[in-house]
């Protein structure tokens, strides 16, 4: 069974911080790593992709991906409360179909 | 483009009843998904399909099939609802990989209460 963990949350960081979400993974065979960000009764939407090991920077948002340790996280500068939703860490493993499992997902909330 | 339509939005079911969740893409995507997310749950498979006449169970298929005649529609059916099947199911598309990319592109989704 492919596995995607994440800490539930909530995660309550004030204005202005930076939040950093984290996700494992058990399928060493995975080959990208996405972060979809979800608020209260919408649709999931595409924030972050990242493939390689290190460091990708799009905006506030930063992915950061170790194969080696399974382990992907993002981190949102200058949290803003437009920020608070939940955010899914979405993993395509070995295979075809460009299957993805995700996870549970991290509650974020950002507080003034 | 529309992106990714789904129908209806609400539907309330008694149990043993049966109904057909509608959606559609026009990006002309190959590659298409059904899931279902239960409250303060991630995203569960149901069925995938990669092209016209194709399909494929995913994580959770039982108590649901589907078909795929065209590129564009990918229908999701109910038979016998379950109070189980009270969930938010969306559907989503994408073309083939390309290097690995693979956003996926969500409709709206569909709250289903099965009482």
């Known amino acids: 069974q492919k596995e995607v963990e994440q800490n539930s949350g909530p995660l309550s960081v004030p204005e202005g911080a930076i939040a950093s979400l984290n996700c494992t993974y058990s399928?060493?065979?995975?080959?990208?790593f996405f972060w979809y960000r979800q608020y209260s009764g919408k649709s999931p939407e595409l924030i972050m992709s990242i493939y390689s090991n290190g460091d990708k920077e799009d905006g506030r948002f930063t992915a950061q991906l170790n194969k080696a340790s399974q382990y992907v996280s993002l981190l949102i500068r200058d949290s803003q409360p437009s920020d608070s939703a939940t955010y899914l860490c979405a993993v395509k493993g070995s295979g075809t179909a460009s299957k993805l499992t995700f996870g549970t997902g991290t509650r974020l909330q950002v507080t003034l | 483009n529309a992106g990714v339509t789904q129908t209806p939005k609400f539907r309330i079911l008694k149990i043993g009843q049966s109904m057909t969740l509608q959606c559609t893409q026009d990006?002309?995507?190959?590659?298409m998904y059904w899931y279902r997310q239960d409250p303060g749950m991630g995203l569960k498979l149901i069925y995938y399909?990669?092209?016209?006449?194709?399909?494929d169970k995913g994580e959770v298929p039982n108590g649901y099939n589907v078909s795929r005649s065209t590129t564009e529609d990918f229908p999701l059916r109910l038979e016998l609802a379950a109070p189980s099947q009270t969930s938010v199911y969306f559907c989503a598309s994408n073309p083939p990989d390309t290097r690995g990319v693979n956003e996926q592109f969500f409709g709206p989704g569909t709250r289903l209460t099965v009482l």
């Open positions: 399909s990669v092209g016209a006449g194709i399909t």
């Open positions: 990006m002309n995507h190959n590659y």
């Open positions: 399928d060493r065979g995975s080959q990208s």
